[in-house]
């Protein structure tokens, strides 16, 4: 029959450190093997322990390279990461970024790539229609329809506010396929909720 080592009565091991020469204790989750190697208490022990290869690279320096780096940095400030600019200080007015200012293409084609010059182009094959649904013009038309009805259904009067996740569309009055004139027209456009929009005579109804 075997007999195991009571822990309660085998004494810690105990080491000295190398660094600042305190009496430390080996911790349960180190291997023998750790505790075999281990020389230091702690973290900051270990680098303090360790001297730095670049302690003295500079005295070892030639005179001509101490001369030649002093010219060379005379002026520069040390950048750590962060710009040297200070809370509250602003930029020029050429430079400085203008918050709230929208860029030169935005809801623009980017003529290098679109039509032919696009590496998907497929000879035009894109539903004239769809085209017309996704176009840049038909967006604006939708936020300027929202805008005059103030962002409220015309029929039921529902509004977005915190507590309704109403969901708004903007119906053509007259239907989009049968006056193809009027597609752009803010009078002949409407702001519903969806609801609203499913009771529509001409909803989901093939036109064309």
Not at 27 to 43: E, T
């Amino acid at each position: 029959m075997k007999h195991h080592r009571s822990k309660k009565t085998d004494p810690i091991p105990r080491k000295e450190c190398a660094t600042c020469k305190k009496i430390f204790e080996k911790k349960r989750k180190d291997s023998w093997v750790q505790w075999r190697d281990k020389k230091y208490c702690s973290r900051s022990c270990v680098h303090k322990g360790k001297p730095s290869p670049f302690k003295g690279m500079r005295d070892r320096w030639p005179d001509e390279w101490k001369i030649m780096m002093s010219k060379n940095n005379a002026g520069i400030r040390s950048n750590t990461g962060r710009t040297h600019i200070k809370k509250g200080q602003h930029l020029s007015r050429s430079t400085e970024l203008k918050k709230g200012n929208k860029p030169w293409n935005t809801g623009k084609k980017n003529p290098y790539f679109a039509g032919p010059n696009n590496p998907n182009w497929k000879g035009g094959i894109y539903p004239e229609h769809l085209r017309i649904r996704h176009s840049p013009e038909m967006k604006r038309w939708r936020e300027e329809v929202f805008k005059r009805d103030n962002f409220t259904c015309v029929l039921c009067g529902r509004k977005r506010k915190t507590g309704d996740r109403v969901v708004l569309h903007a119906d053509h009055i007259k239907p989009f396929a049968k006056y193809p004139k009027l597609r752009l027209s803010l009078k002949n456009g409407r702001t519903l909720c969806k609801e609203c929009h499913l009771k529509t005579d001409t909803h989901g109804v093939n036109l064309s």
